[in-house]
């Protein structure tokens, strides 16, 4: 059974700082990777697909990253910004359904 | 997002009642998915879709039916709501890249 863990649970920092939310994935055999924004109350925004063939893909100050030989993939935000702040999803495709399987989630605070 | 909404957006119920939720897409894809996310158990799967009258069972499958009778439409059902069905359901659908696109949500209170 695939499971996807994120690390940190919860990042507070201050606006203009960089930062790299974290995500492994047990089950190597993948198909694609996806992060996800998600606001409080809302549904959940796709930032950034990943294709199991490819290594990063870039969207403005987003760039994500996917190591599928070591189960890992990295999410990294240039510049925060407090518009920035939201919990972020990592999800990876898998299984004969094309299952999407979540992480937890990271909780984002960019302070002002 | 444009390609996929669902309804209602709100709903209270009593327990006992059945409940049907829909999802509507235009982007003809052949996958489509019903979640439900809860706080401490994030989005889980609850059944899904690989084309017409094709379904199958996710992971929290117990009291849930669903049914898609056209492409664009995947319903899911629940016979006789529970509380414990108290959720926020998302359906999404997935194109021919893989990506997953979600729909806004139903958030269901089974009183």
């Known amino acids: 059974k695939q499971e996807v863990t994120q690390i940190p649970a919860a990042l507070s920092v201050p606006e203009g700082e960089n930062l790299v939310l974290n995500c492994s994935f047990t089950?190597?055999?993948?198909?694609?990777l996806q992060w996800f924004r998600q606001d409080p109350g809302k549904g959940l925004t796709s930032l950034l697909l990943?294709?199991?063939?490819?290594r990063e893909q870039t969207s403005g100050r987003l760039n994500a990253s996917l190591d599928k030989s070591s189960g890992r993939s990295t999410l990294y935000i240039a510049a925060s910004q407090p518009g920035d702040s939201a919990t972020y999803l990592c999800?990876?495709?898998?299984?004969?359904?094309?299952?999407?399987?979540f992480g937890s989630g990271t909780q984002l605070t960019v302070l002002p | 997002d444009a390609g996929i909404t669902q309804s209602p957006r709100h709903k209270v119920t009593e327990t006992g009642t059945p409940v049907t939720l829909r999802c509507h897409q235009t982007?003809?894809?052949?996958?489509m998915y019903w979640y439900r996310q809860d706080p401490g158990h994030g989005l889980r799967l609850i059944h899904y879709?690989?084309?017409?009258?094709?379904?199958d069972k996710g992971e929290v499958s117990d009291g849930y039916s669903v049914s898609r009778s056209k492409t664009e439409d995947f319903l899911l059902t629940l016979e006789s709501a529970t509380s414990s069905q108290t959720s926020v359901y998302f359906c999404?659908?997935?194109?021919?890249?893989?990506?997953?696109?979600f729909g806004s949500g139903t958030r269901l209170t089974v009183v």
């Open positions: 999404a659908i997935s194109g021919n890249r893989g990506g997953y696109t």
């Open positions: 999800a990876v495709v898998s299984g004969s359904a094309r299952q999407l399987t």
């Open positions: 982007e003809n894809h052949r996958y």
């Open positions: 879709s690989y084309g017409v009258k094709d379904t």
């Open positions: 990943i294709q199991s063939s490819q």
């Open positions: 089950d190597s055999a993948i198909y694609n």
